[in-house]
């Protein structure tokens, strides 16, 4: 039975019993692969060069009341992932911690930081981190995502903290932003080390990338999408270079529907611009969605024991995502909640419709 309840910003929604195309737009026929790099100094095995902390590089405020590192790990892959890892001033003991990646094509300076650092202020440590082939972290060829390797962050992710002197190893989470969010609740089915999941404006990677926006995606589109996508592979081989899929525009039309808007706004302003963001200022790898159209996630996300936090917008265009992963978790400790007036990208970096008080709460509550 689904219950709904009332908080002071958001609509929540809590099962008591069991309950629970292709990331591109399509306009006028054209295909824009979406928030499908610029990015820091490789080489061509993928090796990535770490930029120094002295100066603030975040797209948020740096809040004084937290102490961040710029750490590095690797995954069971062999990429090196490179982290900021955040801390609470003058806390002694060990704390729980928390995994923060996201979206989709950002890097850790944008909205996985600011998540990070805002939980870190509240007494967790947390590590915001560039998924692998993207940012500071390593892997060759650039701007490439799949299934199984953006999951497999996480649990790295995980790796590292259960190793951290400082952090009560019993007590780690995992939060995913759009994109990310899907990817971690796929950890959480897998990594029973992880005590806690909270997803923000999830996508399913592969669900789009298969199905298309709004699951408009036929069979025989699909064919044919392959096919394009298997015939640039071939060009990619004979010309020993990878094709970008297209970006996001560098001036709108004003034709583009709501949500390509509402992602202009925040990757290519002051307000979430990023030099090595894939989604500010570079392409995805095209052929990236080949392993996600193969690859389904969530498989076994009824599987998921450890209590779950969704959260999307009222208003996003991808609150389907959550509502039918939601559909397919089981127990009383996973929850929905839905923000009144909220699109996708609110919930990145704007703190009047991030439900920060409920997310804390939310953790210390699963950690106790």
């Given at each position: 039975m689904l219950k709904q309840s009332f908080y002071s910003v958001p609509i929540r929604f809590q099962r008591q019993s069991k309950i629970m195309q292709r990331r591109s737009f399509i306009i006028g026929g054209a295909t824009l692969t979406a928030l499908t790099?610029?990015?820091?100094?490789?080489?061509?095995?993928?090796?990535?060069?770490?930029?120094?902390?002295?100066?603030?590089?975040?797209?948020?405020?740096?809040?004084?009341?937290?102490?961040?590192?710029?750490?590095?790990?690797?995954?069971?892959?062999?990429?090196?992932?490179?982290?900021?890892?955040?801390?609470?001033?003058?806390?002694?003991?060990?704390?729980?911690?928390?995994?923060?990646?996201?979206?989709?094509?950002?890097?850790?300076e944008q909205a996985s930081g600011l998540y990070a650092q805002t939980l870190a202020a509240n007494g967790f440590v947390t590590l915001a981190f560039d998924p692998s082939f993207t940012g500071e972290s390593s892997g060759f060829p650039r701007n490439l995502a799949s299934p199984d390797i953006s999951t497999e962050d996480f649990s790295a992710a995980v790796d590292y903290l259960s190793n951290l002197k400082g952090?009560?190893?019993?007590?780690?989470?995992?939060?995913?932003?759009?994109?990310?969010?899907?990817?971690?609740?796929?950890?959480?089915?897998?990594?029973?080390?992880?005590?806690?999941?909270?997803?923000?404006?999830?996508?399913?990677?592969?669900?789009?990338?298969?199905?298309?926006?709004?699951?408009k995606m036929d069979k025989n589109a699909r064919y044919a999408l392959k096919q394009e996508l298997n015939a640039q592979r071939t060009e990619d081989t004979k010309d020993g270079t990878y094709a970008p899929g297209a970006g996001?525009?560098?001036?709108?039309?004003?034709?583009?529907?709501?949500?390509?808007?509402?992602?202009?706004?925040?990757?290519?302003?002051?307000?979430?611009?990023?030099?090595?963001?894939?989604?500010?200022?570079?392409?995805?790898?095209?052929?990236?969605?080949?392993?996600?159209?193969?690859?389904?996630?969530?498989?076994?996300?009824?599987?998921?024991r450890s209590p779950v936090l969704m959260i999307h917008g009222e208003k996003a265009h991808s609150l389907y995502f959550s509502k039918d992963a939601f559909k397919k978790l089981t127990g009383d400790n996973k929850t929905l909640m839905i923000?009144?007036?909220?699109?996708?990208?609110?919930?990145?970096?704007?703190?009047?419709?991030?439900?920060?008080?409920?997310?804390?709460?939310?953790?210390?509550k699963s950690f106790s």
């Open positions: 790099v610029a990015g820091p100094v490789r080489s061509l095995e993928g090796k990535t060069k770490m930029n120094n902390l002295e100066k603030w590089d975040k797209t948020f405020p740096q809040d004084d009341r937290v102490e961040h590192k710029k750490v590095s790990f690797y995954t069971r892959f062999g990429t090196r992932l490179i982290g900021n890892l955040y801390c609470p001033k003058g806390v002694s003991g060990d704390l729980p911690a928390i995994a923060v990646c996201g979206p989709f094509g950002a890097v850790k952090v009560d190893h019993n007590k780690i989470g995992v939060l995913g932003i759009c994109g990310f969010g899907g990817f971690a609740l796929n950890a959480a089915a897998i990594d029973t080390r992880i005590k806690a999941t909270v997803t923000s404006t999830m996508y399913d990677m592969s669900r789009v990338n298969t199905y298309g926006y709004f699951d996001l525009p560098d001036k709108l039309t004003g034709d583009e529907p709501q949500f390509v808007k509402d992602y202009w706004e925040y990757y290519k302003t002051p307000r979430g611009f990023h030099p090595r963001s894939i989604n500010s200022n570079g392409h995805w790898n095209k052929t990236s969605a080949l392993s996600f159209i193969n690859t389904p996630l969530l498989t076994f996300a009824d599987e998921i923000i009144p007036a909220a699109n996708h990208t609110d919930l990145y970096d704007n703190m009047k419709y991030i439900p920060m008080r409920e997310i804390v709460a939310f953790y210390k």
